[in-house]
Nanobody
Framework: QVHLVESGGGLVQPGGSLRLSCAAS????????VGWYRQAPGKQRELAAQ???????NYSDSVEGRFTISRDYAWNTVYLQMNEMKPEDTAVYYC??????????WGQGTQVTVSS
């Protein structure tokens, strides 16, 4: 079992920055990857960024070059640094843990709103 708690969401102006945190606890030694997903109103949940156990990262085209995913040494926290934010980045942001046994765990989400 892995427990995930997101934080750091809020209201930001276009062009601004936010850093989200995903605090993880539990069976972290079986962790394969952690991803940040987002879901805008009326849209499907989509992957924004992912980092794997061997630190390979990938980003969606819509956030490439603006968002950066990183982690602390022990995988207790995974971050999503969001820069040059746009109104279309407005969504609920979730983190997801994928285990080597293909189990998946989700956090409860944090709201991000980009508006002037």
């Amino acid at each position: 079992q892995v427990h995930l708690v997101e934080s750091g969401g809020g209201l930001v102006q276009p062009g601004g920055s936010l850093r989200l945190s995903c605090a993880a606890s539990g069976r972290l030694f079986s962790l394969y990857a952690v991803g940040w997903y987002r879901q805008a109103p009326g849209k499907q949940r989509e992957l924004a960024a992912q980092i794997t156990r061997d630190d390979r990262v990938n980003y969606s085209d819509s956030v490439e070059g603006r968002f950066t995913i990183s982690r602390d040494y022990a995988w207790n926290t995974v971050y999503l640094q969001m820069n040059e934010m746009k109104p279309e980045d407005t969504a609920v942001y979730y983190c997801k843990a994928v285990m080597f046994g293909s189990e998946e765990y989700w956090g409860q989400g944090t709201q991000v709103t980009v508006s002037s």
